[in-house]
């Protein structure tokens, strides 16, 4: 593994603790290893000015960068942006769990802020929305880059100290977002099941692009524990003593149903859905990303 590619491993994240920095170095690993990926030849523009086209104000060329270059360019505006997209990140109790050495709540923090830099980057106009019971932050999406600071900011607030109500959050979100967006979903998914489709599917309705990154433990899906433990609901606080050997493979086949329950009508309905365990590599979900940025034209 490369320097830059060993950055793309959450465990080695989290020995970090700035955001602004793991953003970074998440995003520099995984430019770095594009050119041996499905990506070759994939252009990522980082860009913040454009060349001067016939009809632009002369007031909006920048001189320094014509006496640097002998071209003329002028500076991008947010509304010029290409895509505009809303991350929306689960910050509630069930999402601190973590069998190893980091939670799904981390994880989380990791990805939201990899993918804010990635996007502002690009140029791209990238809003938050954070919720646990409720919507607890609402930042409408800006394409400029010194709007990563507000982002991270808010993210690294998110703490796992509420329950959940992901329905009513999507609900709410879906008739609060006004102009067509890619919607970009980060959470256990833990709640009732078919309520959240419901949910997901009213940002369909809404002519939304929506991708679902559906995180969990690995705990959570193989229940690896031996002889007996107790199972503690993060939310309700509710325990119950299991045998895991002879609960375990009943657990493991109710997992699958609700994950390829996800995946089915996530599927019917043109939702990008990924299940993610919290060792996965960041390259392989901003690739996702990337194909789904492409495939929507912008």
Known sequence: MTDSAKYLDPLVLSKLSRLDLIARLVVEGFITGLHKSPFHGFSVEFSEYRPYMTGDPFK??????LGRTERYY?????????????IIIDGSKSMSFGSNKITKLKYAKYLSAALC????KQRDAVGLVTFDNEIRSYIPPK?????????????DKLNGANDTSI???????AERIKKRSLIIVISDLLDDQEDVLKALKHFRHRKHEVIVFHIMDKQETELAYSGN???????????????????RNTYKQKVEEFIN???????????????VTT????GDLLSKYLIKRKMIGV
């Open 60 to 65: 909006n060329i920048d001189w320094k960068v």
């Open 74 to 86: 002028v500076k991008q505006f947010e509304e010029e942006t290409n895509l505009r997209a809303h």
């Open 117 to 120: 830099y990635l996007m502002l």
């Open 143 to 155: 394409s400029v880059m010194s709007f990563l600071n507000v982002l991270l900011t808010e993210i």
């Open 167 to 173: 329905a009513a959050a999507f609900h709410q979100l």
């Open 229 to 247: 433990v107790i199972l503690q609901d993060l939310e309700t606080g509710r325990s119950i003593p299991v045998e895991t050997l002879y609960v």
């Open 261 to 275: 329950r996800y995946k089915k009508v996530c599927r019917e309905n043109r939702i990008d859905y990924e299940f």
């Open 279 to 282: 060792d996965t590599h960041f």
